[in-house]
């Protein structure tokens, strides 16, 4: 007799973002499949305090505090509650019932305010919600996870290199993805409130003059990042998607805002439309297009500059017509929330596929790093029992073995250090800057010292993530010396703990000269971290 099927669980994010807090709330089965239950929007002033005075308001913080509440009180009909724990970025933590499947994150506005920290106890005092900050890597990273399976469900989009767009409140997010590969990911710091709130500090220049000018920069700067074969644009945002809902006739599905996937609405919206639609917007007043399309004061507000750059990057790119998808930031959310925050396999090798292409920018060793990388994977999963880390310590062992010698292209000495620093001030698709610091600090002590308390960036870390470091280091010493000849004459190692010794056995090799006197170089950080001293045998 099978097994009973376990029912659907509930799973919830709520995104704070620059005008507006979101919450939805899905439905996942077994096999993974998504079904939206509920999506609720109220409007905020978040983005206009920061990006006007830089800091979040007293007032703006109990508006936000009386919307978090009210949206409690649903997650809590779905049995979904942050109790007094608050709620983990990625699943690490959640709610006593809800085990992970809560997240509530916040973008630019709240992160670029002053009284960041502030504003996020206040909302855990007054309603027991942990909001996690998230940066400009972990949105592209979400939203990829989002659109991916639009694009998968329209097999000339998905061959083709699509440029996705989201212009928000701070931030405009970039992508381009082909075959659902991303070639190109970017945030940049140009958004529709921003671009608004320098309107106050252009005294004598008419908003649509400046924000002609601020768009035509940055489209300019957007298509010329992106790669030169990108052929489609894909808009994303509520107000791309409530022009296009002016303009064209409905779909089956628009404005329901229904999963990301087959049954996503999408609309072509011909590009001489819209610039109908914005000749006419800019001859009226906010307040003026907030009574005619009954709209909401505050997307009133955002929707005309943010329709400029959408508009200026469809034409810099040669564009007659870009595609406006019904998928939001919510959608890559509530995936990754029902994953429980581990990457998918398609996203873990974009950012592995970032690696190599950084790498290759830097003339590092392809080979050489590739082979590296396989050995320290490989020592990962078979010591799982001792270094006792996670799979995101696994990506990022990963990352640094094939990063590691990228600072050679400044030069030989001392270019661990060079290593740590170029990784550390890089870009990697769906990597965040925490990440980065701790990849660049495994990629430093992959040779030389080992960390020591004079070293201020490994000083500067909790506990925990200075122990993961070494523990990280000293794996990718020996992933190293395995390779010594970088010949890739060790196709695998096999890992034994024999009483104080790990026994390393490479099958199939029987010389071994440089490689064991690498290990013997490297073995003295291992030694002093896990207390084994290393031996390396042929097979």
């Given at each position: ?96 019932a ?16 002053t009284n ?40 000339g ?12 409140g ?5 992508l ?88 996503a ?8 439309l ?104 490989r ?59 701790l ?15 004079t ?29 010594e ?8 190692v ?11 056995t490479a ?19 291992f ?13």
């Amino acid at each position: 007799m099978s097994d009973p099927v376990p029912p659907p669980l509930p799973v919830a994010v709520i995104d704070i973002g620059a005008t507006a807090m979101r919450l939805a709330l899905a439905e996942v089965a077994a096999d993974g499949a998504v079904r939206p239950l509920e999506h609720l929007t109220r409007a905020v002033n978040l983005g206009k305090d920061v990006f006007t005075d830089g800091a979040i308001t007293p007032a703006t913080m109990e508006a936000c505090v009386a919307v978090l509440r009210d949206y409690r009180r649903v997650l809590e009909q779905y049995g979904l509650s942050p109790g007094g724990r608050g709620l983990s970025g990625g699943g690490a933590g959640g709610s006593e019932a809800g085990d992970g499947r809560l997240r509530v994150v916040a973008t630019s506005a709240v992160r670029e305010a002053t009284n960041r920290l502030t504003f996020l106890d206040r909302i855990f005092a007054a309603t027991g919600i942990e909001i996690e900050p998230i940066d400009e890597a972990e949105t592209t990273r979400v939203t990829y996870l989002g659109v991916l399976p639009y694009l998968q469900a329209d097999p000339g989009l998905y061959d083709a290199t699509a440029a996705v767009a989201e212009v928000g409140g701070g931030t405009t997010d970039v992508l381009a993805i082909q075959q659902g590969d991303v070639r190109f990911s970017q945030s940049y710091r140009v958004g529709a409130l921003r671009m608004r709130e320098a309107v106050r500090a252009a005294a004598g220049t008419s908003p649509r003059q400046l924000w002609e000018r601020q768009a035509d920069r940055a489209a300019r700067r957007m298509a010329a990042d992106l790669p030169d074969d990108a052929g489609a644009l894909i808009a994303l945002g509520a107000d791309v998607r409530f022009a296009a809902g002016h303009l064209l006739p409905p779909t089956p599905g628009a404005g329901e805002e229904p999963e990301a996937g087959p049954d996503a609405a999408a609309q072509t919206l011909p590009l001489s439309l819209l610039r109908d639609f914005l000749d006419d917007a800019f001859a009226r007043t906010e307040d003026e297009l907030a009574r005619r399309y009954h709209l909401p004061f505050e997307q009133a507000e955002t929707l005309r500059p943010a329709l400029l750059v959408n508009l200026r990057l469809a034409e810099a790119l040669g564009l007659e017509e870009m595609i406006v998808a019904e998928v939001h930031l919510r959608d890559g959310l509530i995936r990754d929330t029902a994953a429980r925050g581990d990457w998918t396999a398609r996203a873990a090798a974009q950012a592995i596929q970032s690696a190599v292409t950084l790498g290759r920018r830097y003339r590092v060793d392809g080979d050489h790093a590739k082979q590296v990388a396989r050995m320290a994977d490989r020592l990962f999963e078979q010591l799982a029992e001792r270094h006792r880390l996670d799979a995101r310590h696994g990506r990022i062992l990963t990352l640094a073995a094939l990063l590691h010698e990228v600072g050679l292209f400044v030069g030989t000495t001392g270019y661990h250090k060079h290593s740590m620093y170029l990784i550390a001030n890089s870009d990697l698709f769906g990597v965040s800057r925490r990440d980065l610091h701790l990849i660049g600090l495994v990629a430093r002590y992959h040779r030389r010292a080992s960390p020591k308390a004079t070293h201020t960036p490994f000083t500067s870390m909790d506990r925990p993530e200075r122990v993961a470091v070494a523990k990280l280091a000293a794996i990718l010493r020996l992933a190293k010396a395995l390779d010594e000849s970088r010949s890739g004459r060790v196709k695998d190692v096999v890992a034994r703990v024999d009483g104080d010794r790990l026994i390393l056995t490479a099958p199939g090799v029987d010389d071994l000269s440089l490689e064991r006197l690498a290990v013997r170089q490297s073995g003295p950080l291992f030694r002093e971290i896990y207390g084994l001293r290393v031996l390396l045998r042929g097979g």
